[in-house]
């Protein structure tokens, strides 16, 4: 099955900073790749993804860059700010597997005023 | 629109016990998948639903077990409990077909603790 990595496990950044965190993936047939963000004591929700057919994507101060020849992916945070901070989660899937995420161990991402 | 709703959101059980965790997913939602999250580990898949059938599963001994409803609520069970089962079990649905995003629109999770 699909095997993603993800890095750094903790980032800290100061308020206006930019923050970057890489994922890569195992499985050529991935062709769908969301990120989540999760507050403290929340769930778990989806700010930004990419498929396999775009190399970058662009959300206001997020964004996102996909190179299938390597297969990474890196998520992209400008002018970082304080309610920023929160664990950030990558995840793969492809073919028709409704539902079934890979995700990353996840970024704890602080941003310090 | 109602979002993703997950009960009970806190149990406490003792090893060798069962538990069952309930989830509604949002109307019209016809697929429901399953996570556990701990500490470090992430989101590993639990399994998935649609249509009242089984469509994947994730590496869970078989204690783990889960069913799908003809309304597309889910249940999931686990049997025997252990003291790694301590976890934040969360449900997620999703749209099937025309209109489906690929995004999963998650609960707010039960959390199991296991003495």
């Not at chain 1, 970058?56 to 964004?63: F, G, L, T």
């Not at chain 2, 701990?38 to 089984?54: A, R, V």
């Not at chain 2, 001994?61 to 003291?83: I, K």
């Not at chain 2, 790694?84 to 025309?98: E, H, I, M, P, T």
Request: net charge positive; proline share 4%; aromatic share 10%.
């Amino acid at each position: 099955g699909e095997n993603v990595e993800q890095h750094p496990s903790t980032l800290s950044v100061q308020e206006g900073d930019s923050a970057v965190i890489k994922c890569t993936y195992s499985d050529s047939a991935s062709n769908y790749f969301p990120w989540y963000k999760q507050e403290l004591g929340k769930r778990p929700q989806l700010i930004i993804d990419i498929r396999s057919n775009v190399g970058e994507k662009k959300d206001q101060r997020i964004a996102v860059t996909l190179n299938k020849t390597a297969k990474h992916f890196s998520l992209h945070i400008t002018e970082t700010q304080p309610e920023d901070s929160a664990v950030y989660f990558c995840a793969a899937s492809g073919g028709s597997t409704l539902g079934r995420l890979y995700f990353g161990r996840g970024t704890q991402l602080t941003v310090w005023p | 629109k109602a979002g993703v709703t997950q009960t009970p959101r806190y149990l406490i059980k003792t090893r060798g016990q069962q538990v069952t965790l309930s989830c509604s997913p949002i109307s019209g939602h016809r697929s429901v998948s399953w996570y556990q999250q701990t500490p470090g580990q992430g989101l590993q898949f639990l399994f998935e639903y649609f249509s009242e059938t089984q469509r994947n599963k994730g590496n869970f001994p078989g204690r783990f077990s889960g069913r799908q409803f003809s309304n597309s609520r889910s249940e999931m069970n686990v049997s025997t409990l252990e003291l790694g089962d301590s976890a934040l079990y969360l449900c997620a649905s999703s749209k099937v077909g025309r209109g489906n995003t690929g995004e999963l629109f998650f609960g707010e999770g039960s959390r199991l603790t296991v003495l």
